[in-house]
């Protein structure tokens, strides 16, 4: 009994260990910390979150959360443009070239449930589909998740 329940915490362990998601469409190297659910009903290509909540009014509310949407035949401005509205406060915009594919980099300030949060977004323009990969972090916790959401956000490229 002692040895299953060795196997079973040393599995739940791995399950927020970095790993390497690739699909046909994306990739994305899942930080530390962040468990990404096999057999979510999100609907979402991809997502990923850490396992503490915050207190007090951010109770519902996780450190830190990723979530990737598409839009399929959408123009990349209008995403760019919902994102914007999507921020309460965006302290930078960058968009470039990456190859052919324009991105986007968006950070901000955000509101979630009255309670203040740190948005980023990577938005790429993709083969009659564009990404747009978003991370919230409880403000209070951003400065622990920075790091790690930097990291997921550069690693994130669609093909």
């Known amino acids: 009994m002692v040895y299953l329940s060795t196997r079973i915490k040393k599995s739940a362990a791995a399950a927020f260990e970095p790993e390497e998601i690739e ?4 990739s994305i190297t899942k930080a530390e910390g962040f468990l990404h659910p096999l057999n979510s009903d999100s609907g979402l290509p991809f997502e990923a ?12 509310i996780r450190y830190a959360r990723v979530e990737l949407t598409t839009s399929q035949g959408g123009r990349f401005e209008d995403v760019v443009k919902n994102a914007r509205r999507d921020i309460q406060t965006v302290s930078h915009e960058q968009t470039s070239k990456q190859g052919s594919r324009r991105v986007c980099l968006m950070d901000g300030e955000g509101i979630d449930n009255n309670v203040a949060t740190a948005v980023f977004h990577k938005i790429v323009e993709g083969d009659g589909k564009i990404f747009d990969l978003k991370f919230v972090a409880l403000d209070e916790q951003k400065d622990d998740y920075l790091r790690r959401i930097e990291e997921m956000r550069d690693s994130f490229t669609v093909k």
């Open 23 to 26: 699909t046909d469409e994306f």
């Open 49 to 60: 979150y850490t396992k503490e909540f915050g207190e007090d009014d951010a109770k519902k």
